[in-house]
């Protein structure tokens, strides 16, 4: 046993020694990020928001006539989108409040909201507190106090 498990290491020292020798001999490379796009490319505009600032300025004349990169999967200018639904839009609201209709006694469905939207804004609200605290100065003490 002792025997075999020298020869096992007289076997990868004699590996190490051949990649290091390889190593020292082939010419290496540079590091640098790899990327699919030319450094020519612009990243895209992001939000509709961006855009409506720089429209009618020189940048503006820029960027439409520079090759700008794909946008990600994410990015949307439609004024329709909702910036508050699309942190929960991974989330299956609509697939939960089916279970829970279709579990519901046919009296009580009526009542199961089924639009995530819906559910997720009535979820904000109730989540929002309903007393703010006003700042009260007695004396050289400042409280808190819930109004």
Known sequence: LILLD?????KMLSRC????QCLTTTPRMSLTRMSMWSTK??????SRQEIDSIRNTPEYERKVNVPI???LKTAS???????????FININIKEIQLQK??????????DI??????IIKTAIENC??????????VGSVTYHVPT
Request: aromatic share 8%; glycine share 0%; net charge positive.
């Open 6 to 10: 020298s020869l096992l290491q007289e």
């Open 17 to 20: 020694s051949l990649v290091s």
């Open 41 to 46: 490319f612009e990243d895209p505009l992001t």
């Open 69 to 71: 990169k794909a946008a």
């Open 77 to 87: 200018c439609s004024m329709f989108k909702d910036p508050l639904l699309a942190r």
């Open 101 to 110: 209709y279709y579990a519901a006694a046919p009296e009580k469905r009526e």
């Open 113 to 118: 909201e089924k639009n995530p939207a819906v």
């Open 128 to 137: 929002r507190p309903v007393m703010q605290l006003e700042k009260v100065k």
